[in-house]
Every structure is written in C-alpha cells, then in structure tokens.
C-alpha cells in the first residue's frame, strides 16, 4: 500500500503542477494531477502484481532483495560458482571482484523494465567443507519505487544456479 501511495504522488502532484501553470488555472492542474496520478498508479500497480504472481510472489514487495543461504562446497569453489551465477543473468558485467574479501559486484544493463540493477554477492568461509552467501540486487536508480519483480528474479536465478532445485525423479530414487 505504502509503494501505490508513493507512485500516487511521485506522478499526480507534478503533473497538476505542470498543467496549472500551462492552464493558468490551480483547479485544472489539481483535477488533471489527481486523475493522472490515479491513473498511473492503477496501470503501474496492475503490471507489478502481474509480474510479481508470474515470478510466483504475491502483493508489493520492496526492490531491493536480499537473500542468505550456505553451500557445502570449499570458499573457493563457492566463490567461483558464484561469479558464474551472477553471469547467468542476461547482460549482466561483473565490476569488481575480490576473492580475499569473497566480494562480487555487477551490474545489469538498462532494459524496458529497469535503468539497470546493481548485484553484490558476499562469500564467507564457514569451515573448510562450507561456505556462506549473502546475495543482494536493487535497483542502480535509487529513488526506484517499482521494479516489476526484477531484482526478485535477480536473486532467485543466482540461488538458483547455487543451489538447483532437486527433480521429483532424484527425490524418489
């Protein structure tokens, strides 16, 4: 709710403010802001939740993700698997990498749903046989309010690529 309010007044009030002034008229611009910001914040709203349910989450979520998980591989086997994961990810360059810090930054290229993601991915010793990663993707626009569920995705192929989800035939042998 509060990321509908927020598209609701980040379109409506420059927009009537804009049209006040080309009309010369405080009531245009207010009635013209009002329609418009609601209008926006229906249409906008509407793709999020669709692209959010298509991703399988539901409601709003933030856009910046975050996601923790431990893999049982030595630190740096767990550090190598992690920059091909973040690779994975269409279009994505890896900008800075260090393997003494187990740190990974990249960055995602501008497309139709997103000026572009930033994605960190922190890789921590547990003991010799496992490693802890710290995965994090949000938006390079700070003041970003909708991201159609792009860093969520984002996250979810990264841990995907760590930790493929096990097929019911494995289960079951």
Not at 71 to 83: G, H, M, Q, V
Not at 90 to 114: D, F, P
Not at 130 to 153: C, E, F, M, W
């Amino acid at each position: 709710m509060k990321k509908l309010l927020q598209m609701f007044f980040f379109t409506s009030i420059p927009f009537g403010v804009i049209m006040g002034l080309m009309f010369q008229e405080l009531e245009i611009g207010v009635m013209a802001g009002l329609f418009f910001g609601l209008g926006m914040t229906i249409i906008v709203g509407g793709i999020n939740k669709f692209s959010m349910k298509s991703i399988g989450e539901s409601g709003t979520s933030s856009v910046k993700q975050e996601k923790e998980m431990e893999l049982t591989l030595p630190y740096n086997s767990a550090f190598e698997l992690c920059k091909k994961a973040v690779l994975s990810i269409n279009g994505t360059k890896i900008t800075y990498e260090n393997e003494q810090e187990g740190m990974i930054r990249a960055k995602t290229a501008v497309n139709a749903l997103t000026w572009g993601d930033k994605i960190s991915v922190f890789v921590e010793k547990v003991d010799e046989e496992r490693s802890k990663v710290h995965i994090q993707s949000k938006p390079a626009v700070a003041t970003t309010v909708v991201d159609y569920g792009k860093n969520l995705k984002n996250v979810k192929v990264i841990a995907n690529y760590l930790v493929p989800p096990r097929s019911l035939s494995k289960e079951h042998e």
